[in-house]
């Protein structure tokens, strides 16, 4: 009787064990796996969600500043202010430029690769090349593969700044770098070889992209800063030449 005791015990005990390492390892797989699906985003996963946003926006609004700008150059942009497409890329609006040593607001369309201005004195637009005026084409800003989407996923060493608020909005700040190929290529200006700071104000919840701000040589040697605000995320916008 004592030996059938003991060996039921003896079963008892090893089903115990084998029991207790089949949860052990159980518990461990699932902690694992619910580790890996409740990690926090990172600042690059951020930018990501905030690229597809704006990238799939079909149009929003546009507002430029700029800070710190040389004034012995012969032309560059002050400010802007409009409306732009993504796809395909366009702009309509007003740039405010230095030409020539003369401070102007100029009306501008930019649709279908070409530019029109229409430029102080005269009565009407005028098709021009960006390259002539020595500013970026305002349409470039909004194309997805080339413009302020694609300065998203490209940006270097995204780090996670300071929450700001913009008027009803909560801004997550995301700070980087990015190559001055990509600044030069957006912005018509710029030293190539250098890295620019970048910091972006991305809405929470939402993510969309509400600031972009570019400092670096836009102008070298001197240091410079455009700012551009997006907003009116997929507001109707026809935009044809003039």
Known sequence: MRSNQRRGRARLAALVAVTGLALTGCTGDGADEAEQTTAAPTAQDRLDQAHDVLAGAGSVSLVMEGADLPEDQPAYVIGAIGSGTIEPPAFEGE?????SGIQADVPTVAVDGRLYVQLPFTPGFTETDPADL???????LFSADEGLPALLPQTDGAEFGEQVRAGQDVLQEVTGT??????????NTGDREADYDVTYGLVEESWEVRTVSITGPLYP?????????LDDYGVPVEITAP
């Open 95 to 99: 740039i405010t430029a230095r030409l």
């Open 221 to 229: 040697p001197a240091e410079s800063t455009y700012t551009l605000t």
């Open 178 to 187: 990015l190559p001055g190929e990509l600044v030069a290529d957006l912005l």
């Open 134 to 140: 020595g500013v970026p084409d305002p349409a470039r």
